[in-house]
Each structure stands twice: as structure tokens, then as C-alpha cells.
């Protein structure tokens, strides 16, 4: 029987694409939501959150996570720690969130590679039929990365492009992040309060 219960534990995997402050807003959201969060960033990553955010993350969640209360929720892992804990289907959690999502991760992924954490644990989602949401962030995109997502869709994950929307008449970049950050824990029936649902239109009669 599929399990429909809301996650406990997620797996929040930030590669080297542009859209670094995607990540730092999905990790508040998720933690707000009371989520156990493994958290892997890649070297790459963490250059693009100094170059985009002036955040230096070296491991120390107080950049990214002020409320301290919230830091026993997140567990960081090394980008090349295959034994992590995310790195095996009892120990993965609920879902996989690969968020920027880089092209050449998502080339890796899609063609089965688990050379490092990101990719073995997406790896291991796919395997357990767990969820696993790919959030790439690049345009214009070729055949070839098309092909990959589509692989990527074939075999069970979600591609949700960081494609904000402007129907909630956004007034600040932070807003646009937002929409996206909560399409991504909707996708994962993740409760959160930040972004309210579309209730429709008013309409001519």
C-alpha cells in the first residue's frame, strides 16, 4: 500500500547551478514545517551562494538557519561521503530535493551515476521509488538536457524548473522565491504557510 503520510525526512541536495538563494529559502521552509532535513552542498554550490548571497557556508547552518532552534532539525553532509546516511534506502527518508539543479548533476543522475552523495542518494530515491524532485535552473536548454529530463521523468522523478509564477502578483524577488520553494514541498505533500493555494478567479457574468 503507498504510504500518503506527509515526510518526516528529506533530502535537500544543492549542486552548482545558478539560483543558490532557492536553497537557502527551501531549508527555512522545510525546517518551519517541522522537516528532518539531510543537507548536501557541493563545493560548486557553495561558491555560487558566496558569488549570488554573500553566504559562506563552511557547516555552520547559523548563515543560512538564524533561528538556532531549528539547527537539530538539519544534519549537513559531505558532498563526497558515499557512506552517509542518505546514501542507503533505510536511511534516506521520504524524498530527494535536488535544488538548484545543476546540468551536469542532472546528466549524472539520469545516466545512473552515484560518483557522489547528490548522485547516490537521487540514485537511491529512484531505486526505493521514493520521491525525487529535480529543480533545474538554466535556459535555453539543448536536446540533450531535455533528453536527460525526460529519462528522469520516465523513471519516476519530478522535474519542476524553477519557473516562478506571477499570478500571486509578486512584489519582491523574495516572494518569487517563495512560489517556487512551496510548488517544490507541495510536490512533496509538504504542509507550509508561506505561500497560500490559488483560489481561483474572479470571473464575468
Known amino acids: 500500500m503507498e504510504n500518503t503520510s506527509p515526510p518526516r525526512r528529506v533530502v ?20 518551519a514545517s517541522d522537516i528532518e532535513v539531510e543537507l548536501i552542498y557541493s563545493n560548486a554550490a557553495r561558491r555560487v551562494l558566496v558569488e549570488e548571497c554573500d553566504i559562506y557556508f563552511d557547516g555552520d547552518l547559523t548563515v543560512l538557519l538564524p533561528d538556532l532552534a531549528t539547527h537539530a532539525l538539519v544534519t549537513v553532509h559531505a ?27 542532472l546528466a549524472g543522475i539520469s545516466c545512473g551515476s552515484a560518483a557522489n552523495l547528490i548522485e547516490r542518494s537521487a540514485q537511491v530515491a529512484l531505486k526505493e521509488q521514493r520521491k525525487l524532485v529535480i529543480v533545474p535552473r538554466e535556459t ?15 523513471a519516476g522523478a519530478t522535474i519542476l524548473p524553477a519557473s516562478p509564477g506571477f499570478y500571486h502578483r509578486p512584489q519582491s524577488i523574495e516572494q518569487l522565491v517563495d512560489q517556487v520553494c512551496a510548488k517544490i514541498l507541495g510536490v512533496c505533500d509538504i504542509p507550509q504557510s508561506t505561500v497560500g493555494p490559488w483560489t481561483g478567479s474572479a470571473t464575468d457574468e
Do not use: F, K, N
Open 140 to 154: 535555453p536548454l539543448s536536446r540533450t538536457h531535455l533528453d536527460h529530463m525526460s529519462r528522469l521523468a520516465w
Open 12 to 31: 535537500l541536495a544543492v549542486s552548482g547551478a545558478s539560483g543558490a538563494i532557492y536553497a537557502v529559502r527551501c531549508l527555512q521552509m522545510l525546517v
Open 79 to 105: 558532498h563526497d561521503d558515499i557512506g552517509a546516511r542518505p546514501a542507503s534506502g533505510s536511511g534516506l527518508g521520504e524524498a530527494v530535493i535536488v535544488l538548484p539543479c545543476s546540468l551536469s548533476t
